[in-house]
């Protein structure tokens, strides 16, 4: 059991349509957080979530809006992709914002994204 | 927020040869937490290990150990005896209110 799982696992999108991207987790973790991970700049945070309809932004949030209407679900929504968000997106849940359950966050496969 | 900074964006080593990962972070907060995580050609991350910024007492797991200095902000990660299969990306990540990760260095190694 994966715990956490994203789909698509690929996609490819043209300029200008909008885009959903899902995180489904099974572990019922308060805490799930959406990051784009390119080359030199590690992996960085979109937005994230403290609970169902909490949401806040991170650092690279413009272009990208999120929904949580039930614990289990996070999406994350390109409404109008461009070729700067090709990228590969990772959803991440965790027990405690500070990691009190001891590992951090866990993290989704990933979903590489290609807008052409 | 905290920044963290890996200096080493690339290492190639031979096996069996030790490595040391840097990790340099800054905050502002007096309580974080540190973590490691490895991203494997396979392309998941990994965890390895949280320190919280309280205990500053080395680890050592198997032919891993971490040497966190709180006086100098470091949180260095030194791989012994190395193995191809270490061959991953290493990601140091401070956590307080969110985790921000290092840019990552990319670890080879070659038999």
């Known amino acids: 059991d994966a715990g956490i799982t994203q789909s698509p696992r690929h996609k490819v999108t043209e300029t200008g349509t909008p885009v959903t991207l899902r995180c489904h987790q099974t572990?019922?973790?308060?805490?799930m957080y959406w990051y784009r991970q390119d080359p030199g700049h590690g992996l960085r945070l979109i937005h994230y979530?403290?609970?169902?309809?909490?949401?806040d932004k991170g650092e690279v949030s413009d272009g990208y809006s999120v929904s949580r209407s039930k614990t289990e679900d996070f999406l994350l929504t390109l409404e109008s992709a461009t070729s700067s968000q090709t990228s590969v997106y990772f959803c991440?849940?965790?027990?405690?914002?500070?990691?009190?359950?001891?590992?951090?966050?866990?993290f989704g496969s990933g979903t590489r994204l290609t807008v052409v | 927020a905290q920044k963290v900074t890996q200096a080493q964006t690339e290492i190639s080593v031979v096996e069996k040869e030790d490595v040391t990962l840097d990790c340099v972070y800054e905050?502002?907060?007096?309580?974080?937490?540190l973590f490691w995580y490895k991203q494997p050609p396979s392309g998941e991350l990994v965890f390895l290990i949280r320190r919280n910024s309280f205990d500053e007492q080395n680890e050592i797991s198997g032919r891993y150990s971490w040497n966190f200095q709180k006086s100098t902000s470091s949180f260095n990660f030194t791989i012994t005896a190395s193995q191809v299969v270490d061959s991953a990306v290493y990601f140091c990540?401070?956590?307080?209110?969110?985790?921000?990760f290092g840019a990552g260095t990319r670890l080879t190694v070659k038999p």
């Open positions: 991440a849940i965790s027990d405690s914002g500070q990691g009190e359950g001891g590992y951090g966050y866990t």
């Open positions: 979530s403290y609970g169902v309809k909490d949401t």
């Open positions: 905050t502002r907060d007096t309580t974080y937490y």
């Open positions: 572990e019922n973790h308060r805490y």
């Open positions: 990540a401070p956590l307080n209110n969110d985790m921000r």
